[in-house]
């Protein structure tokens, strides 16, 4: 008995060493994001994929800048949601021999105005004769995003008398919500994709001076030194790619369950098929 004890025992103690060593042996990766629908519907999909791989992940919630930063001092690994060719370039010739692209997540993106359906005029350059009916504001984001930036710079270009006020991606989709529940006017700072163009009838302003550019898109990025460190989760990354019906399905998701891990893991039973394409084999040790 004394005997079968001991082995147990011994059994026990292995199994425990085991799992510790397994534990430790796990690979981190840290990936920041900026509180925008997109990216934290992306963010979210990878934490869940590569804890799936056996990965330890942590995750950088804060403003764009912070996480360039970060990403060029390795306090971070990746980035799912910089927009090229204007939403970041200012921040891409800041830290660009400090960070990599790893490829396009989405080809078909865009930044913009926008304001709700009934709003009777279609450009920027109509806002100024309309000004008393927006209150003089565009309701904006976080101060440090690209769109905010662009913004500054169409104000300027058209010579329009608003006031860009700063707030936050839920702050401003909440705002226009109030807007549209009381019929009145009101301008954001937008961008597709996002799931308020499925919940509410939107447009985008003409854009006749082409400040906010043409079709953008959505790449990968990480800090210099990551791809030859981890090819496996490189490559996994690499492979990530929506169109817009599953991108835009995948906000939908997240905004309509009850926690964002919920959302995603319903959204991944539906692009099962999808998601298994994206998994690389293996590499070798």
């Known amino acids: ?11 026990v103690t292995a199994l425990l060493f085991a799992s510790c060593g397994n534990q430790s042996d796990k690979k981190t990766i840290t990936f920041a994001y900026v509180n925008w629908a997109e990216g934290i519907a992306m963010t979210n999909l990878a934490k869940i ?71 009777t005029i279609n450009s920027i350059e109509e806002l100024n004769s309309v000004k008393d009916q927006f209150e003089g504001e565009i309701v904006g984001i976080d101060a440090g995003a690209g769109v905010m930036k662009v913004t500054e710079q169409a104000i300027k270009d058209y010579n329009l008398d608003f006031k860009l006020l700063s707030s936050t991606g839920p702050m401003m989709t909440a705002a226009l919500k109030k807007a549209i529940d009381e019929n009145k006017w009101v301008v954001v700072t937008g961008w597709k994709p996002h799931w308020k163009f499925s919940r509410f009838d939107l447009k985008i302003l003409e854009d006749p001076k082409n400040v906010y550019g043409e079709a953008e898109v959505i790449k990968s990025i990480c800090r210099k030194g990551f791809k030859e460190e981890d090819p496996f989760a490189t490559e996994l990354i690499g492979n990530m790619k929506f169109t817009n019906e599953q991108i835009s399905s995948l906000m939908d998701a997240l905004e309509d369950a009850p926690t964002e891990v919920m959302g995603v893991k319903s959204w991944m039973k539906d692009n099962q098929e999808l998601v298994d394409s994206w998994i690389p084999k293996k590499l070798e040790e």
């Open 1 to 11: 008995m004394k005997y079968l004890k001991s082995i147990a025992l011994m059994l």
């Open 49 to 119: 994929l590569f804890e799936e791989q056996g990965y330890k992940v942590k995750m950088k919630n804060a403003d764009i800048a912070p996480i360039f930063a970060a990403l060029a001092k390795k306090d971070a690994d990746v980035f799912l949601d910089s927009w090229l060719p204007i939403t970041h370039a200012d921040y891409f010739k800041q830290y660009g021999d400090a960070i990599e692209e790893i490829d396009t997540l989405f080809n078909d993106a865009t930044i913009g105005l926008v304001v709700p359906s009934y709003v």
